[in-house]
């Protein structure tokens, strides 16, 4: 079955810093892996996705997630971290296997951004 | 494109009580995902449709929940009677094959 997880509740950072958000995964074959993002009383949004090609992902607001298959990682990362992106982040994972179309949520990180 | 639409957005009943929850997904997208959301138990994945059709209804929690989709941009989740553990935020989501989803804005439901 496939699952991911996300090891941090809460991620604090100062802002200029650079930021990562831990996500690894399980699931057989080549995985979908997705990131989003989401501020209170809101939706989720998406951000990135990396499906095949270039381990690097790059994505919406200066975001990228580096795709390690060895580690079975997809770990969200921004050089320069601002206020603005203190929300919630989720990593999800959809199997490739014909016939099933889940995404699996992980449990959600925290991120914060301090002035 | 209008994204996602759920309605209402907004919601407080009284136990017992019916709760319909409305979806509109983007149109020519053939997925159609509800999920939950409550602080205990994370983002839950309760039942998805492809072109109309329930695929995989395991994360229903029970027979009081139920879902249909009579076409292909609308799709109601349902609560009979309603308790106060379904208090959350349901989430609906589309995409096309092997895209990404896209999330509507969520019905806040709370039941008292």
């Known amino acids: 079955a496939q699952s991911v997880a996300q090891p941090e509740d809460q991620v604090n950072v100062a802002e200029g810093n650079p930021l990562t958000v831990k996500c690894t995964y399980s699931?057989?074959?080549?995985?979908?892996l997705f990131w989003y993002v989401q501020y209170p009383n809101r939706g989720l949004q998406f951000l990135l996705k990396?499906?095949?090609?270039?381990?690097l992902v790059k994505g919406s607001y200066g975001f990228e997630a580096e795709f390690n298959k060895s580690q079975t990682s997809f770990h969200l990362k921004k050089p320069s971290a601002l206020v603005s992106d203190s929300a919630l982040y989720f990593c999800?994972?959809?199997?490739?296997?014909?016939?099933?179309?889940?995404?699996?949520f992980g449990t959600g990180t925290r991120l914060k951004v301090l002035a | 494109d209008a994204g996602v639409i759920q309605s209402p957005r907004h919601e407080v009943t009284e136990m017992g009580q019916e709760v319909t929850l409305r979806c509109k997904p983007i149109s020519g997208h053939d997925y159609l995902f509800w999920y939950r959301q409550t602080m205990m138990r994370g983002l839950e994945l309760l039942i998805y449709f492809n072109n109309n059709v329930p695929i995989d209804d395991s994360g229903m929690p029970e027979d009081r929940f139920s879902a249909k989709m009579p076409n292909a941009s609308f799709s109601t989740l349902k609560i009979q009677p309603s308790e106060p553990r379904d208090s959350a935020v349901y989430f609906c989501?589309?995409?096309?094959?092997?895209?990404?989803?896209?999330f509507g804005e969520g019905s806040w439901l709370t039941v008292v």
């Open positions: 999800a994972v959809r199997g490739p296997t014909s016939g099933t179309y889940k995404y699996i």
């Open positions: 699931v057989s074959g080549n995985p979908y």
């Open positions: 989501a589309s995409s096309s094959v092997g895209n990404t989803i896209y």
């Open positions: 990396y499906i095949t090609g270039d381990n």
